[in-house]
């Protein structure tokens, strides 16, 4: 690394020739984007976290995306959006596609419709460590060439799914065959081989031996592993630090630049800069060391209009923020097994006090995980947790916790053994609302003779924790697109299991087959009912204590236009930045 390169953020060059005339400012052409942490990595399939979602976007495509700003599906390795009819029987649905011509991979090999087959198969392959992803494409059981059209193709579906176009099309990132599959491992196969559970059978070696190295560090983490058919290269990663990708010369998509935002030619250089001090990094953004900021701290947010110098730089947009946040419990653990202590700690949260005092009462209480724009589906009947000490204290004793010891702290018989209340609240690090909200649910649960300690953990290790359910209390947040809710991934019983998102515990028999009641049900109306019932068993049995949505906090330089500012994670693209008027590029 040249120190010269990545230490100055931009190049400014200021002409003044007389006093009549304008300053003039060239900056470089690069983008320097905050990170508060590292990605939990850039693999195609195996990697979860939203900074990861948004980083691939570009490196790799998925055959649609959202318009940031319409919020709209939109055709992206795709002619068009797709269609679909029910198929023969009445049961399943047929979805048909068509690349884009003239799409090509790094090695300028042409993108087919078997690399889109290639990349279901990893999806679906049992022993790929993609249990977040996997639940989405469960419908999709074979694939269909068009001998007519090389470039069309069918997915051959075996039920109906609400979310058919958006998972089909918007949920998986398609890779190239011959860069992911060096061996040639899975070229015999086809995607109904993958998924037939008997046929998984007799070619589960050929399944584990291509897993085995598809799964490695060293397609999550190293260049040289990467092809995308994305406009940016990846081309460092410098743990801690920053990521830089760079614009590839003569991208297929620039025939293609009048067909929306992932096609409009970007600046030459996207860094992603890590800084996992939020005050350093407000710091950095104010010096214009850095180009964007998603998220600014609320306390940063309400100080930074006061700033004239800053405002004159920099842009604040306050777009709908996709997401919720919540605390989550571990329902498992012999603490939490009884509802009534997890309604007593709901009912120690105090919800409106965090949102003013610690989110300056820029957010608004929820209560469950869809989100309030959904109106038909949003149970606003349902009334949030209030704040009610001794409500708690009096469900804390109905579920048996005394302070038998008389030490202050409550205990109570736990497998044989007399245990103290005392929980581990764990936050990201480097998050400072997350660390605060923790600091005042441990200050309202002391008083009625809860310990909670405070822990900060370090992304990826958090990350795993929760994976591994090792965390008992942990503050979370949910990243959603602007489509209906589809449970499994978060709340079927298969997700915790087998190493998906339900890092609860919660769910039965019964609550899984109204998840899949939902995820069949086509009819808005009749949905609506079943979106109903399953907020209200949430809301009831408490594996999360629901917080909030809120605005998106963001700050753009304004020497960028053209920012697809919207509703999709992170509120903006930087792929698609073009210099404000009279203000260039160098």
Not at 135 to 154: C, G
Request: hydrophobic fraction near 35%; include cysteine.
């Amino acid at each position: 690394m040249k120190n010269n390169f990545f230490l100055v953020a931009f190049l400014l060059m200021v002409f003044s020739c007389t006093s009549e005339k304008k300053t003039a400012v060239t900056y470089a052409d690069q983008v320097w984007v905050h990170q508060l942490s590292d990605p939990e990595g850039l693999h195609p399939t195996n990697v979860n976290d939203a900074s990861a979602t948004a980083m691939r976007r570009y490196l790799f495509q998925r055959l649609l995306a959202i318009d940031f700003e319409t919020l709209k599906l939109t055709p992206w390795m795709a002619k068009e959006l797709p269609t679909m009819d029910i198929s023969p029987d009445g049961k399943g649905m047929h979805i048909h596609y068509e690349l884009r011509p003239g799409m090509s991979w790094d090695d300028g090999s042409p993108i087919t419709p078997r690399d889109v087959e290639f990349s279901f198969m990893c999806v679906k392959n049992p022993k790929v460590d993609c249990p977040d992803l996997s639940p989405y494409m469960d419908f999709i059981t074979d694939f269909k060439y068009d001998e007519t059209n090389s470039l069309r193709f069918i997915l051959i579906c075996d039920r109906k799914y609400m979310l058919w176009d958006y998972a089909s099309g918007n949920d998986f990132f398609v890779f190239q065959e011959s860069k992911y599959d060096p061996s040639g491992t899975m070229k015999k196969y086809h995607l109904g081989d993958v998924s037939d559970r008997q046929k998984q059978v007799s070619i589960m070696p050929d399944l584990e031996a291509f897993a085995k190295v598809f799964n490695s560090e060293k397609y999550s983490r190293e260049p040289d592993f990467f092809s995308g058919s994305g406009p940016y290269k990846f081309v460092k990663w410098e743990t801690g630090q920053r990521l830089l990708f760079e614009r590839k010369a003569n991208w297929w998509g620039d025939t293609y630049k009048d067909q929306g935002m992932f096609f409009e030619p970007g600046p030459a250089k996207i860094i992603f800069e890590i800084v996992n001090d939020q005050t350093s990094a407000i710091t950095a953004l104010k010096a214009e060391k850095l180009d964007c900021y998603n998220s600014v701290r609320t306390t940063d947010w309400v100080d930074l209009p006061k700033s004239e110098k800053f405002m004159a730089k920099f842009q604040r947009l306050t777009p709908d923020d996709l997401t919720f946040s919540y605390i989550g419990l571990h329902i498992k653990d012999p603490k939490f097994r009884e509802v009534k202590t997890r309604q007593a700690i709901a009912h120690l949260t105090n919800i409106d006090r965090i949102n003013e005092t610690i989110m300056y009462n820029l957010c608004t209480p929820t209560i469950g995980p869809i989100l309030p724009m959904f109106t038909k589906d949003y149970a606003s009947e349902i009334k949030p947790y209030t704040y009610d000490p001794a409500k708690a204290k009096q469900l804390l004793a109905e579920a048996g916790w005394k302070d038998k010891d008389k030490d202050g702290i409550l205990d109570k018989e736990l497998d044989g053994k007399l245990t103290p209340f005392k929980i581990k609240y764990c936050y990201n690090q480097g998050n400072d609302m997350r660390k605060n909200v923790g600091l005042a649910l441990q200050e309202s649960a002391r008083q009625a003779g809860i310990e909670i300690e405070v822990i900060p953990v370090e992304w990826a290790v958090y990350l795993e924790r929760l994976k591994q359910h090792q965390i008992e209390m942990w503050y979370g947040s949910w990243v959603a697109d602007p489509r209906p809710d589809d449970p499994k991934q978060i709340w079927s019983t298969e997700a915790y299991n087998t190493g998906g998102s339900n890092y609860t515990g919660w769910g039965n028999a019964e609550t899984d087959k109204l998840i899949e009641d939902i995820r069949a049900e086509l009819d808005e109306d009749k949905r609506a009912v079943l979106y109903h019932k399953y907020q209200q068993k949430l809301h009831d049995e408490v594996p999360y204590i629901f917080l909030f949505t809120q605005k998106m906090r963001n700050a753009v330089h304004r020497r960028f236009t053209n920012l697809s500012s919207g509703s999709v994670y992170p509120g903006f693209y930087p792929g698609a930045f073009m210099p404000a008027k009279g203000i260039s590029d160098k």
